[in-house]
């Protein structure tokens, strides 16, 4: 039975560096994803999340409400879910898929005023689609090409 209270979502702060950078993936997953380390400098509207079993970080990924959300929805209250990765270390535990679970209240506290999140996942990204729709992420239709081919845009509706 999965343990849901083990997994937490916090802002980045410079507490997680370190181990953030020890980060290692797989091949065929970095294709599809980027590392903590290649986030040291975010712009303004980008928002780092860590994903902490504990208290030791195992995983992180981006929120972003920038211009760039324009380009996956037309919800001016969206936000948009990139680069989510779970070291490898601690990969096939459940982290994502508990992280993913709390997303929406979280984004419900630190974000009040979004309603949406969007995200692409690569066509040939399967263990990402499924993780994302078993927690509730709806095919939008659209599709978009990304660096390494077509992207289906996936979006959560907040309550």
């Known amino acids: 039975m ?17 181990v953030l950078h020890t980060f290692e993936l797989p091949e065929e997953q970095g294709q599809f994803t980027s590392l903590p380390i290649n986030f040291k400098d975010v712009k303004k509207g980008q928002h780092r999340i860590v994903l902490l079993h ?27 879910l990139t680069s989510l990765s779970i070291n490898h ?37 399967i263990a990402a689609q499924q993780l994302y729709k078993k927690v509730g992420f709806q095919d939008t239709g659209k599709k978009k090409n990304g660096p390494i081919g077509e992207q289906y845009i996936l979006n959560l509706q907040l309550i």
């Open 89 to 125: 270390s601690h990969q096939g535990k459940g982290y994502a898929k508990q992280a993913m679970k709390i997303l929406e209240e979280f984004v419900s506290v630190e974000f009040p005023q979004c309603n949406e999140i969007v995200l692409a996942v690569n066509h040939k990204n």
């Open 2 to 18: 999965e343990k849901t209270d083990c997994i937490t979502l916090k802002h980045f702060s410079n507490e997680y560096v370190d």
């Open 54 to 80: 504990e208290t030791e970080p195992v995983g992180f990924f981006l929120l972003h409400e920038t211009e760039r959300v324009k380009d996956y929805t037309d919800n001016p209250n969206a936000m948009l």
